[in-house]
DNA sequence: AAGAAATATGCAAACGTTTGCATTTAAAAT
DNA sequence: ATTTTAAATGCAAACGTTTGCATATTTCTT
């Protein structure tokens, strides 16, 4: 008595003593059938309650109108905007978007690059794991011209689309910019090297230290996944002895939180002692005291592009030889409290575009 | 040259001058098929590169291994954190998580029900939009006996699954910890009334009201979206004449951190002229200055729960009569210094948790 | 050594569409 | 009225699997 009620187009074309592909072709406004038919058939069918069955459809015409989505976790601020944006997009040009997330472990990325192949999605974007080198396992969309796009994190020398952010730039400028605020010996945290953005803004930040002839210290910089717990033992390994360092660039905002936590505790004046930066803009950074300068990489326009991207390569006929262009994102140096000066009352924001 | 690279089972068949069935049994481990041949196939399918195909295995088998996700914004920190939850549980078991959001727009989320039963989903979670009052759109998944749970915002007296938070307790507990506090006049930011959250918190608001014997006031509660212009504008409302409250319930953290601003603006000190609570516990609650007291609602368990729901009720047998149980989440208020008094020197919490 | 039982494999239909080609029907041109 | 052209519809195969049933092969009984 279920499985009895589901319609089908066969029903619909007995139904109206039509063909099956007469059917079919009404319901797609095929210009070759008559506006009588589509009607008639188009009515018939809300009368079944007929609803296509897009596997079938998919099966017929190998596409699935499904786009893959990986990337590292959905719930971080950057990704999750981004995700927002792509899946908006999409959404909007009749697309599913399966959206995966490989908990940054190289087996599950693994994994989900090749149950997105079995389900056929018609494009992949990814953003790949911290410790993703190897890409191998996307071949087989590349080799099956399946329209791939990478941002963010992002593969080295493996001929595909890439949409990133200007990771060096950044580096530089938030370098930069403690150094032009009086800081002569600035520590970094980074992530591991195994990914792209943190190779980009540690030679960011050599290289502002070499335009102002600042000496480069190895052992000021650390190496490790950007976690609080993490963050929280570099803060015991740096401040254990002194001198202390005047800054810090802390390579994403949940490290320079931690930092500023550590430095309440320990009681040490931010901005006045030290400077902290952070990365990512993430919205806590403007809100916490003091409030924390970072940098803004415009995951709104991320997404934007990584979606006009998939929408591009799908338009285009299979057989179109890839140009593996990159498209850069710009960043925005957004300076607060914990490098400008002593906390300023807050201006008025809440009546901005939020 | 693209397409003609596509092996299919009947590839693996001739090749071998197998049987098709006999590949695709030993394909699946079928207990009838010799150890001997399943080996031959998996080793001949690797050779080929042979990647199944989900589409014409769920055509067939009238099931797609996905699963349907549909939330008002998958960027918030709420829905997020319970969609990370869900999508891992699921991809443990082997599904697909095709996860849409309306934006809180009613129409979007019909055309979401209707593109994901076409995408024949095997089950479908949905945390409606704020205005969803009529859940129609629906129908087709339960007439088809389709696994489906409401959580978070869900229907009333619409028969179905339904897993939520504990609202009515979070209204009262919140209330009651601001009437503990010397509260007497406590304003209530609410969200619209046509959204069940909202109605229990009111409830749960007024009930504790009555408890203390404090005279209800219907001119101090306030209905919007729970946004950040919209909370300034009340704001603006409750400020522009005197008395003041003593108190104020906000129905999310947003309007809560907005309400901090203002009334830093105003040189109104929070908790001393006043206390303000939040709900949801967003990360931003916990790091802001003076922090604020929320309501946790347990997001990972929540999502936890949806997860083991779905998974379940793919379990039982189509024909299985359904029995529409409700569970509740429970919610845990998290007092802070936006109402426990002058901000204390933060704890060291480094090391925790995190 | 023969039949019975168990194990392994094959045949063919089915899932719900779409589409190239053939055919019918209607409209236009003579 | 007859031929030519255009418009509308139908036939049947195909997409890649799975599965009930039938058949072939092997193994066990006696």
Redesign the pocket.
């Known amino acids: 008595m279920s499985k009895r009620t589901?319609k089908?187009?066969?029903d619909i074309?007995e139904e109206l003593?039509?063909?099956?592909?007469?059917?079919?072709?009404?319901?797609?406004d095929?210009?070759?059938?008559?506006?009588?038919?589509k009607e008639r058939v188009k009515k018939m069918a809300r009368k079944l309650g007929?609803?296509?069955?897009t596997m079938?459809?998919g099966?017929?015409?190998?596409k699935s109108k499904t786009i893959g989505l990986v990337v590292p976790r959905i719930s971080m601020f950057f990704p999750a905007t981004i995700s927002t944006v792509i899946q908006n997009k999409l959404q909007e040009h009749g697309y599913n978007l399966l959206i995966c997330q490989s908990n940054d472990s190289y087996e599950q990325e693994i994994a989900l690059a090749d149950t997105l192949y079995s389900a056929r999605v018609d494009a992949l974007a990814v953003s790949t794991t911290l410790y993703t080198t190897d890409f191998s396992h996307f071949d087989v969309f590349n080799d099956n011209n399946i329209p791939l796009v990478f941002f963010d994190r992002v593969p080295k020398d493996y001929g595909v689309k890439v949409i990133k952010g200007d990771d060096y730039l950044g580096g530089f400028t938030v370098t930069q910019h403690l150094i032009e605020k009086g800081c002569k010996d600035i520590v970094h945290i980074s992530g591991p090297l195994t990914c792209n953005l943190y190779v980009e803004r540690v030679a960011g930040y050599k290289s502002a230290l070499r335009k102002y002839k600042i000496p480069f210290n190895k052992s000021r910089i650390f190496y490790h996944e950007l976690t609080r717990e993490n963050a929280w033992q570099t803060c015991e390994k740096i401040f254990a002895q002194k001198p202390y360092p005047d800054g810090i660039f802390a390579a994403n905002d949940t490290t320079a939180i931690t930092i500023l936590e550590y430095c309440r505790k320990i009681n040490l004046r931010v901005p006045e002692d030290i400077k902290v930066t952070g990365y990512s803009n993430d919205p806590r950074a403007e809100i916490i005291t003091p409030s924390i300068t970072s940098v803004d990489q415009c995951p709104a326009m991320m997404g934007e592009r990584v979606a006009a991207a998939l929408l591009a390569l799908l338009q285009q006929p299979k057989s179109t030889p890839k140009k593996y262009s990159e498209e850069i994102i710009p960043i925005k140096l957004i300076t607060r409290a914990s490098t400008e000066g002593p906390d300023v009352v807050l201006k008025k924001q809440g009546k901005g575009k939020g």
Chains 1, 2 share one sequence.
Request: hydrophobic fraction near 35%.
């Open positions: 589901e089908t187009i066969v074309a003593s039509l063909s099956v592909s007469t059917v079919s072709r009404a319901l797609n095929n210009p070759n059938i008559s506006a009588r038919t007929y609803r296509p069955n079938a459809a099966l017929r015409n190998n």
